[in-house]
């Protein structure tokens, strides 16, 4: 089992900037990749970005490119996604996800159901 704990959500100003943490435990040993969705009220859980713990290979959505980044501190076992130049599109509940299953990287990077583990969620609300 893997637990998933985020944290560092808030309330920003358009064009501010938030830095979300995702902490693991469990058996961590077993995650094949990591991401963030998000998903806001009436819209579908959507991806954001994913990095796979072998290699660091990353996936961004085209949304995000450029504004979001996101990284892992195996030591630590957390993730991270660093997001700048906010937008009030942005707005959202922010989930880390992890799969423990040996998916091939970047096929369905972006669908929710390739993950089997998920966190409670943080809010992100950009204000205009």
């Known amino acids: 089992q893997v637990q998933l704990v985020e944290s560092g959500g808030g309330s920003v100003q358009a064009g501010g900037s938030l830095r979300l943490s995702c902490a693991a435990s469990?058996?961590?040993?077993?995650?094949?990749?990591m991401g963030w969705f998000r998903q806001a009220p009436g819209k579908e859980r959507e991806g954001v970005a994913t990095?796979?713990?072998?290699?660091?290979?990353?996936y961004y959505a085209d949304s995000v490119k450029g504004r979001f980044t996101i990284s892992q501190d195996n030591a630590k076992n957390t993730l991270y996604l660093q997001m700048n130049s906010l937008k009030p599109e942005d707005t959202a509940m922010y989930y880390c996800?992890?799969?423990?299953?040996?998916?091939?990287?970047?096929?369905?990077?972006?669908?929710?159901?390739?993950?089997?583990?998920w966190g409670q969620g943080t809010q992100v609300t950009v204000s205009s």
């Open positions: 996800a992890a799969d423990t299953r040996p998916v091939v990287p970047g096929r369905d990077w972006y669908k929710a159901g390739r993950y089997n583990y």
């Open positions: 990095i796979y713990t072998g290699g660091g290979t990353t």
């Open positions: 469990g058996y961590t040993y077993s995650t094949y990749c």
